[in-house]
């Protein structure tokens, strides 16, 4: 394993002038070998280690070690990517996007979004836009803010779609084909109660609704539209195989009664298709040719396989993916508006949710997720991917472009005695960049603050103040004797803030906030910037007027 991760990042180094990275690392050695899937947490770690080192080195201790290693890069390396999809041709390729508007795209949704971008635009094709906006259960409802948190979110993420459809538009479509169906005796109304249903299916026995003729069912069907039945009291039911050895897939539901009232259409309708019945007559009455999803919905993929051959349509292709996972990140669009709602978050662009609102508002860039996500290809396997690889991709973005400063979040004031009488210090705004320019740092030697935990770390010891000189940190609290002028390269170095100062708020992706004094240069950075806090970490400023915001993106 060492050495296919040394190969790699030394591959990927000299390819890039002899700079690595780690999701491009991961992505190659997971394109070499499946296998490294299941080990993913275990591996990145090392693989940042020898990225790490290998970017230590100069181009030409890179190839020679490659040389010693016998490493070659062939003119076609292997590459991460998608695969094609199958029997699709240039130009003719419609795909779709069906978010339920129950909340905004998270990053969990950004997989199914930017797969589906990326085919449409290898092939010339279509991308269609159907908000799944059917009446669902009580916990999980539509919002209307939603639909336009949704939109805004593809727009972020660079996915132009068609103008949008709405299932909620679309339900006299639906209804002439459940007629149809009914006509077909390819499915029946049942009103037997829930739990005598739910019996049936386990026990594959079949009701008496399932034999009744056409016209009866024809009679019900008016009846359900008409207000007759109540909600709960009939259903539509495809007629499959009670005896199938899937019992999930014994004669589900097509269409229910829910009286509850919608965003878009109020109570206009009281029958509601559920969305496998809407996906299948949906994707035959646009032309869909491709149908992207999880391979944890296989039910989905027999509902409307059975639907079309029973109809005699052209089928569609399936393409699946396996599951996504990031660690210690938890997606739920239902707990995150009920947190909302109790004002535990302060919005759907609370980091917290992972929307992609939450994203750009921490800074990290849309090229970063499609990035990491077009990374993982289109593998069956379940995989749990470290947020490392987001934010590696992402600092390969801004890492150059985001201007250095100084903020103390846990500040100890630390008097220097015998300091040279300096009022400011000249520091560069970007270490690697020249012409980003410089600035000035006020310095009063009485009132230097520096971490509390590199004074507990390092007292007793020489130290250097970033840009400024060097001291020693005495053995009693609070003290600490000027050095030098000069900071030599073995001393270590601490960042500082003196006064005056600006007092700032750094909120986390835990939603938690660190209160902090950063230098007064910060107050010139305009809201939307992002900056990195000097051993702190990459920063997008929100707010730059009464009160300074900064949304923390990432080390």
């Known amino acids: 394993m060492e050495d296919t991760i040394l190969k790699h990042t030394l591959i990927n180094a000299v390819e890039h002038g002899g700079k690595a990275r780690v999701g491009a690392v991961l992505g190659r050695i997971i394109a070499e070998s499946l296998g490294f899937k299941s080990k993913i947490e275990e591996i990145t770690p090392e693989i940042k280690k020898a990225v790490d080192e290998v970017n230590s080195w100069d181009l030409k201790k890179q190839k020679a070690q490659m040389k010693k290693m016998k490493i070659k890069i062939e003119k076609k390396v292997e590459k991460v990517g998608l695969p094609p999809l199958p029997k699709a041709k240039k130009g003719k390729v419609v795909m779709r996007l069906a978010p339920y508007p129950s909340g905004p795209l998270h990053i969990g949704n950004a997989r199914m979004v930017l797969l589906n971008d990326e085919y449409v635009k290898r092939y010339k094709g279509k991308l269609l836009l159907i908000f799944d906006d059917t009446i669902g259960s009580e916990k999980k409802f539509v919002i209307p803010e939603a639909y336009k948190l949704i939109e805004d979110g593809l727009k972020w993420l660079g996915v132009k779609t068609g103008k949008p459809l709405y299932k909620s538009d679309r ?100 029958v509601w298709p559920m969305l496998e019945f809407s996906w299948a007559i949906d994707d035959h009455e646009l032309g869909v040719t491709h149908v992207l999803r999880g391979k944890d919905l296989v039910i989905e993929d027999m509902m409307e396989d059975f639907i079309w051959e029973k109809m005699g349509w052209e089928k569609a292709e399936f393409v699946h993916y396996g599951m996504l996972n990031i660690k210690d990140v938890k997606l739920s669009k239902t707990k995150s508006r009920i947190a909302i709602e109790n004002g535990k978050y302060s919005g759907w662009d609370d980091p917290r949710t992972w929307s992609m609102q939450s994203l750009s508002k921490r800074g990290i860039l849309p090229k970063a997720v499609r990035n990491f996500i077009i990374g ?87 130290v250097g103040l970033m840009s400024l000189y060097t001291i020693n940190m005495k053995r009693e609290k609070g003290k600490a004797d000027f050095v030098s002028k000069k900071i030599r390269l073995e001393d270590r170095k601490v960042h500082w803030v003196s006064e005056p100062n600006v007092k700032v708020k750094i909120v986390m992706p835990d939603g938690g906030v660190h209160k902090a004094i950063a230098e007064p240069g910060i107050k010139k950075v305009k809201a939307g910037d992002v900056i990195q806090f000097v051993r702190v970490g990459f920063c997008r400023v929100e707010k730059t007027k009464k009160e300074t915001v900064l949304y923390f993106a990432h080390k």
Not at 183 to 201: E, F, G, M, Q, W
């Open 171 to 270: 339900l006299k479509i639906f209804y002439k084909y459940a007629k149809q169906m009914l006509k077909r005796d390819i499915a029946y109304v049942c009103t037997c109660p829930s739990d005598v249903l739910r019996k049936n299916r386990r026990d594959g026995v079949e009701c008496g609704c399932r034999s009744l003729k056409p016209e009866e069912n024809l009679g019900r069907w008016r009846k359900m539209l008409g207000g007759k039945y109540k909600e709960g009291e009939a259903v539509v039911r495809l007629k499959t195989d009670m005896k199938h050895t899937n019992p999930a897939f014994r004669d589900r539901v097509l269409l229910r009664i829910a009286d509850r009232k919608h965003p878009r259409v109020g109570k206009k309708y009281r």
């Open 376 to 462: 993982l290809g289109m593998s069956l396997a379940d995989i749990v991917m470290p947020t490392e690889i987001l934010y590696a991709e992402n600092r390969k973005f801004i890492d150059a472009k985001a201007n250095r400063y100084f903020a103390v979040l846990d500040p100890i004031n630390l008097p220097i005695r015998n300091a040279p009488k300096v009022k400011s210090a000249k520091a560069l705004l970007h270490p690697d960049f020249p012409r980003h320019g410089s600035r000035r740092i006020p310095v009063n030697s009485s009132k230097i603050y520096v971490e509390r935990e590199d004074f507990e770390r390092f007292y007793g010891k020489n």
